[in-house]
């Protein structure tokens, strides 16, 4: 099982013309690591996944493994090619991933539920990590049916859920679901707080590159007083994209180098922690 604790989906630094800042993501991983987190996912929503390659997936996480120090390392998966996610899941463990992050394939979006499954199934079944399964369908445009999760989750390669769905009434939804052995990570923020009252294991958060030090706080002390100070950060980071907010954060703050994004998306030039008043680290 992953360790419990914050988990920054991280942003993937960029250079100006787009490609992976293996330099700016070395320091990044260091200041996650300061904070006191227990790991980083690397590729996923927040680090732009579907725009990085798989040849780029796999070279980050080479890269990360030289800098990561006491970090677990999570790669996420998300592709809708069966063989793509094999080959990724393979290349996570000769790399020193310690778990995969795995969205549901979200191209065919009238895909039966017994369609998704037997998807999911296929990489659990070839995976040589633990396999961590992403809810957010609001991004895939899939939603994981509990039922399918209960037939997943007593598979020896399932390691758990990150629920980013925002849905209230999946935290005891997927605790019934998923053994205790196994991890359930927030990926909403301002459901954190409730999530940890009803025995999850963390959070996997965007929110967690401009403010680790502050979500490690609230994890490790009295969670419901430190989550009603943060719920206001919270929904000002919120108020903007992610990841352009916090790759315009994290560049004021010289954590890394600047705020590029990979295309289609492009960077913010308006977003400054004065005008969040969100104390960034």
């Known amino acids: 099982m992953l360790r419990p604790g914050i988990y920054p989906a991280s942003v993937t630094p960029m250079t100006e013309d787009g490609s992976p800042d293996h330099t700016s993501l070395a320091r990044l991983?260091?200041?996650?690591?300061?904070?006191?987190?227990?790991?980083?996912?690397?590729?996923?929503?927040?680090g732009e996944g579907p725009s990085?390659?798989?040849?780029?997936?796999?070279?980050?996480?080479r890269a990360a493994e030289k800098a990561k120090g006491s970090l677990d390392l999570i790669l996420g998966v998300a592709t809708s090619s069966l063989h793509e996610a094999h080959w990724l899941t393979s290349q996570a463990g000769k790399n020193g991933a310690k778990a995969i992050l795995l969205m549901a394939p979200g191209y065919f979006?009238?895909?039966?539920?017994?369609?998704?499954?037997?998807?999911?199934?296929?990489?659990l079944d070839k995976s040589p990590l633990p396999v961590i399964i992403y809810q957010f369908p609001q991004m895939a445009g899939v939603d994981?049916?509990?039922?399918?999760?209960?037939?997943?989750?007593?598979?020896?390669?399932?390691?758990?859920?990150?629920?980013?769905?925002?849905?209230?009434?999946?935290?005891?939804?997927?605790?019934?679901?998923?053994p205790h052995d196994k991890c359930l990570f927030m990926g909403c923020e301002p459901l954190l707080a409730k999530a940890l009252k009803a025995g999850w294991?963390?959070?996997?958060?965007?929110?967690a590159n401009s403010v680790p030090t502050m979500m490690v706080e609230?994890?490790?002390?009295?969670?419901?007083?430190?989550?009603?100070?943060?719920?206001?950060?919270?929904?000002?980071?919120?108020s903007f994209p992610q990841p352009e907010n916090h790759k315009a954060l994290l560049t004021e703050s010289g954590v890394i180098d600047g705020p590029w994004m990979s295309l289609p998306l492009t960077e913010r030039s308006d977003i400054k922690a004065a005008d969040l008043s969100?104390?960034?680290g």
């Not at 990085?52 to 996480?61: F, T």
């Not at 294991?201 to 929110?207: E, F, L, M, N, Q």
């Open 29 to 46: 991983l260091a200041y996650f690591e300061h904070a006191g987190c227990q790991g980083a996912v690397l590729a996923g929503t927040n």
């Open 52 to 61: 990085l390659s798989a040849v780029q997936k796999r070279d980050l996480l």
């Open 109 to 123: 979006r009238r895909a039966e539920q017994d369609g998704i499954r037997g998807w999911l199934l296929e990489v």
């Open 144 to 178: 994981i049916s509990p039922e399918t999760i209960l037939n997943l989750a007593e598979h020896p390669m399932f390691a758990g859920v990150k629920d980013s769905s925002g849905r209230e009434e999946s935290l005891k939804l997927l605790r019934d679901c998923v």
């Open 201 to 207: 294991t963390g959070a996997i958060s965007g929110c």
């Open 218 to 238: 609230a994890f490790n002390g009295d969670n419901e007083a430190k989550q009603k100070l943060l719920l206001p950060v919270f929904e000002q980071l919120r």
């Open 278 to 280: 969100v104390p960034v």
